[in-house]
């Protein structure tokens, strides 16, 4: 099993950027396909991005696609997620998550049983 640590959130003004680390420790990271998800005060957690195990596929939700890019380095056992021109409504904390079935990444996280603390997004107006 894999344990993950999120970091790099904070504060930032609307129109910026942040960069959010994944730190994977377990010997499958290399193997797994992993995604990151957001949930926001009061609403449900979603999903955000996916990538495949070799990172050569990768899959954004709407809502950000164009702003959000999703990298996995698979030597260093890290992921990432950059976000650009952010808005104020992606304020939310921010979990990664692996599995080695693609489709659970993306469309059915309910069945990924091993999460990250999160890491707080938060985008000022």
């Known amino acids: 099993q894999v344990h993950l640590v999120e970091s790099g959130g904070g504060l930032v003004q609307a129109g910026g950027s942040l960069r959010l680390s994944c730190a994977a420790s377990?010997?499958?990271?290399?193997?797994?396909?992993m995604g990151w998800y957001r949930q926001a005060p009061g609403k449900e957690r979603e999903f955000v991005a996916g990538i495949n195990y070799t990172g050569t596929s990768t899959y954004y939700a709407d809502s950000v696609k164009g702003r959000f890019s999703i990298s996995k380095d698979n030597a260093a056992n890290t992921g990432y997620l950059q976000m650009n021109s952010l808005k104020p409504e992606d304020t939310a904390v921010y979990y990664c998550?692996?599995?080695?079935?693609?489709?659970?990444?993306?469309?059915?996280?309910?069945?990924?049983?091993?999460w990250g603390q999160g890491t707080q997004v938060t985008v000022s107006s």
């Open positions: 998550a692996t599995h080695h079935d693609m489709l659970v990444v993306v469309a059915h996280m309910n069945n990924i049983d091993s």
């Open positions: 377990g010997r499958t990271f290399s193997t797994d396909a």
